[in-house]
């Protein structure tokens, strides 16, 4: 499941590289460029994986073999879907590297608590 809180244009082209993966069609982009992140809820995110390795917890995840059997997929078991699609977001705005980026980031109230406790466990 592709979150809803992802920026329009990465959905965009998240969305279409899932599906032409799924399909079987994925020759046509470099999947090792993208890594997938699943919540506890099972929900899965899927981000540049430069985004993702913003995160040192990440990082040693997609380095360290014996910890996930594909390495392009990482377990978070103790992070919500939702709370995740707002980090996955943050990583992406971050990544940018730009002030505007970052301003396009916008955090509810609600989530605030549990989306600092998860940046602080991946390290972000």
């Known amino acids: 499941m592709l979150g809803a809180y992802l920026l329009q244009d990465q959905k965009k082209l998240v969305r279409t590289i899932y599906s ?8 046509q982009y470099n999947m090792s ?6 919540a506890s809820d099972g929900s899965r995110c899927i981000i540049p994986r430069s985004a993702g390795c913003l995160s ?3 990082r040693a995840s997609l380095d360290n073999q014996f910890l996930a059997s594909n390495k392009d997929e990482v ?3 103790s992070i919500s879907g939702v709370v995740l699609e707002k980090t996955a977001e943050y990583a992406i705005c971050a990544n940018e590297g730009t002030v505007e980026a970052l301003d396009r980031f916008t955090l ?3 989530l605030a608590l549990e989306v600092l406790v998860a940046a602080d466990y ?3």
């Open 108 to 110: 509810p109230t609600e």
């Open 56 to 58: 040192a917890t990440i």
């Open 75 to 77: 377990q978070l078991p």
């Open 33 to 38: 460029d993208y890594i997938t992140l699943i």
């Open 20 to 27: 032409s993966y799924k399909s079987g069609f994925h020759s």
């Open 122 to 124: 991946l390290q972000l």
